[in-house]
C-alpha cells in the first residue's frame, strides 16, 4: 500500500499476513501500525510546512454598539451612565468590555454586572477610593464595547451632563 505524498513525504506499507514471533518478524497487524505511524508523520509535516493548518480564523468584525440610555453628572464629579448590551459574532454578551468616554476621551469602564436593566457604571468622583472626577461645566458622554479579540465597537449616541463642583 503506497501512501500518498503529503508535503514531499512518502510512506509505503508493506501488507503481511503473518503472526508475531519472537525472532521479531512481521506480525498481522504490523501493517496498520505503520500505516498510523507514517499518517502521523503527514501529519506533522504538514503541520510543520504550514503552521496555520491548526489555526483559526480571527475575528475581525467588531461588536454591536451600545445604546446610552443614560448619563447624569452630579455633585462632586460623580457620573452614572446606564446602557444596553451589546453583541458579538463570537465573544460571549458575558465576556464583553465597555468604556465610557467623556468629550471623546477614555473616562472609565463599566462593567456589566448582568443586571436584567443593562450595564451601568457610577463614577465616584473624590470618594474613597478616589477615582475619575467629572469636571464642572457641559461635557458629551458616548461609550463602545471591546469583544475578546480587541474589536471595538463605532461609538454610541452622545449624551449631554453637566459636572458640578461639591
Not at 503481511?16 to 506533522?44: F, Y
Not at 443593562?118 to 475619575?132: L, T
Request: glycine share 10%.
Amino acid at each position: 500500500m503506497t501512501i500518498p505524498p503529503v508535503k514531499g513525504l512518502w510512506a509505503f506499507v508493506k501488507s503481511a499476513d503473518k503472526t508475531a514471533t519472537s525472532a521479531g518478524e512481521s506480525t498481522g497487524h504490523s501493517h496498520l501500525i505503520r500505516m498510523a505511524l507514517a499518517v502521523a508523520a503527514a501529519m506533522m509535516a504538514t503541520v510543520a510546512a504550514n503552521p496555520s493548518a491548526l489555526a483559526s480564523p480571527r475575528d475581525t468584525i467588531r461588536p454591536t454598539t451600545p445604546f446610552l440610555s443614560y448619563a447624569q453628572g452630579y455633585y462632586c464629579g460623580v457620573l452614572i451612565v446606564g446602557m444596553q448590551r451589546s453583541t458579538d459574532n463570537v465573544t460571549p454578551q458575558s465576556q464583553l468590555k465597555y468604556e465610557v468616554f467623556v468629550d471623546g476621551a477614555p473616562f472609565g469602564p463599566a462593567i456589566d454586572q448582568g443586571s436584567v436593566s443593562g450595564v451601568w457604571a457610577w463614577f465616584q468622583g473624590a470618594v474613597v477610593p478616589p477615582g475619575p472626577i467629572l469636571p464642572p461645566g457641559p461635557h458629551m458622554i458616548t461609550s463602545k464595547a471591546q469583544d475578546a479579540a480587541g474589536n471595538w465597537s463605532a461609538p454610541s449616541r452622545a449624551l449631554p451632563v453637566t459636572g458640578y463642583r461639591c
